[in-house]
């Protein structure tokens, strides 16, 4: 089937850890963003990528990295930097930012 | 910048009540596209409805309905005769063209709950 998977559903991180997300896509889009929701936050912005090998900061990266080495995946890495990193973390993708996108099932993330 | 503001946090209303989900954007460009997504409690946001900044017609999709007034900038979403299976968060979000491809801004999300 067509669609984002990302992995893990569930992720529990120690302080100081560094965690990578993932994101898969199968349905040849160009654009991949990642989102972070907080209760009561709605979906904020971390980073995105409109085309392989280039990624472009949202509105809150500060303590994530990104990496687009191939169009189908666009991990993202929660550093030891981000100090309130408990969220949930969705994926999405599309063929371009004013087109529908699809998003996967999320990583609910906690730190321990 | 643009900005999408859902005012309404929470509503709860009883099953097969009407009931109207608030959207307010702003925006400096003349063609943007508003988006509505339904989180139900597994996560995943899922698609409702796409409207360009060119096309005012409100829409109708069986129990949902869409009112889009430029004159406000506002993209309300209604449902008729709401269900259980309505009740879940919606967000309203905002797509500017002329600025370039911009990526999706969300509002804070309205969580409805359908009482039966």
Same mark, same amino acid.
């Given at each position: 089937?067509?669609?984002?998977?990302?992995? !893990?559903?569930?992720?529990? %991180?120690?302080?100081?850890?560094?965690?990578?997300?993932?994101?898969?896509?199968?349905?040849?889009?160009?654009?991949?963003?990642?989102? %972070?929701?907080? !209760?009561?936050?709605?979906? %904020?912005?971390?980073?995105?990528?409109?085309?392989?090998?280039?990624?472009?900061?949202?509105?809150?990266?500060?303590?994530?990295?990104?990496? %687009?080495?191939?169009?189908?995946?666009? !991990?993202?890495?929660?550093?030891?930097?981000?100090?309130? !990193?408990?969220?949930?973390?969705?994926?999405?993708?599309?063929?371009?930012?004013?087109?529908?996108?699809?998003?996967?099932?999320?990583?609910?993330?906690?730190?321990? | 910048?643009?900005?999408?503001?859902?005012?309404?946090?929470?509503?709860?209303?009883?099953?097969?009540?009407?009931?109207?989900?608030?959207?307010?954007?702003?925006?400096?460009?003349?063609?943007?596209?508003?988006?509505?997504?339904?989180?139900?409690?597994?996560?995943?946001?899922?698609?409702?409805?796409?409207?360009?900044?060119?096309?005012?017609?409100?829409?109708?999709?069986?129990?949902?309905?869409?009112?889009?007034?430029?004159?406000?900038?506002?993209?309300?979403?209604?449902?008729?005769?709401?269900?259980?299976?309505?009740?879940?968060?919606?967000?309203?979000?905002?797509?500017?063209?002329?600025?370039?491809?911009?990526?999706?801004?969300?509002?804070?999300?309205?969580?409805?709950?359908?009482?039966?």
């Amino acid at each position: 089937d067509g669609g984002i998977t990302q992995s !893990p559903k569930y992720l529990f %991180r120690k302080e100081g850890q560094n965690v990578t997300l993932s994101c898969e896509q199968n349905l040849n889009h160009d654009a991949m963003y990642w989102y %972070r929701q907080d !209760p009561g936050q709605g979906l %904020r912005l971390i980073y995105y990528s409109q085309i392989v090998n280039d990624f472009q900061k949202g509105d809150i990266a500060e303590g994530y990295s990104v990496s %687009r080495e191939k169009k189908e995946s666009f !991990p993202l890495t929660v550093t030891s930097a981000q100090k309130n !990193p408990t969220a949930f973390y969705l994926c999405a993708s599309n063929s371009g930012g004013n087109t529908e996108a699809f998003f996967g099932q999320g990583t609910r993330l906690t730190v321990v | 910048a643009q900005k999408v503001t859902q005012a309404q946090t929470e509503i709860s209303v009883v099953e097969k009540e009407d009931v109207t989900l608030d959207c307010v954007y702003e925006t400096r460009d003349t063609t943007y596209y508003l988006f509505w997504y339904k989180q139900p409690p597994s996560g995943e946001l899922v698609f409702l409805i796409r409207r360009n900044s060119f096309d005012e017609q409100n829409e109708i999709s069986g129990r949902y309905s869409w009112n889009f007034q430029k004159s406000t900038s506002s993209f309300n979403f209604t449902i008729t005769a709401s269900q259980v299976v309505d009740s879940a968060v919606y967000f309203c979000a905002l797509s500017e063209l002329d600025s370039g491809n911009t990526p999706l801004v969300f509002g804070k999300g309205t969580r409805l709950s359908v009482i039966a």
